[in-house]
């Protein structure tokens, strides 16, 4: 019901945009946030975006300041602009609903989330 892309291999201090997809009951109803999973790695959230697109969490430090989550409610997307990209944020990151909430949660654990995309693989590499 979601379709993450965009990741890709880039460079130290790079940018990459992801985009989430997904029909209009399965997206724009809702928060949706971003995770992230790196080898070996826990899944964790990333970012989140209210249902009205106008409150947005950070939950990893250091993304705050480089990577900014939006929304386009014509095109049922989210994105996830991420700039001044590092090697630690090699991943694959996947956005997600928990199909309920219209706010972001203090803190996003995978488990609370039930629709997933199929995930994009980000690559930060010189």
């Known amino acids: 019901q979601l379709q993450a892309s965009g990741g890709g291999l880039v460079q130290p201090g790079g940018s990459l945009t992801l985009s989430c997809v997904g029909s209009?009951?399965?997206?724009?109803?809702?928060?949706v946030a971003w995770f992230r999973q790196a080898p070996g790695k826990e899944r964790e959230g990333v970012s989140c975006i209210s249902r009205n697109g106008i409150s947005s969490t950070y939950y990893v430090d250091g993304v705050k300041n480089r990577f900014t989550v939006s929304r386009d409610f014509a095109k049922n997307t989210v994105y996830l602009q991420m700039n001044s990209l590092k090697p630690e944020d090699t991943a694959v990151y996947y956005c997600?609903?928990?199909?309920?909430?219209?706010?972001?949660?203090?803190?996003?654990?995978?488990?609370?989330?039930?629709?997933w995309g199929q995930g994009t693989l980000v690559t930060v590499s010189s």
């Open positions: 209009r009951s399965s997206l724009s109803y809702y928060g």
């Open positions: 997600a609903t928990d199909g309920r909430s219209n706010f972001c949660p203090g803190s996003a654990l995978a488990t609370n989330y039930n629709v």
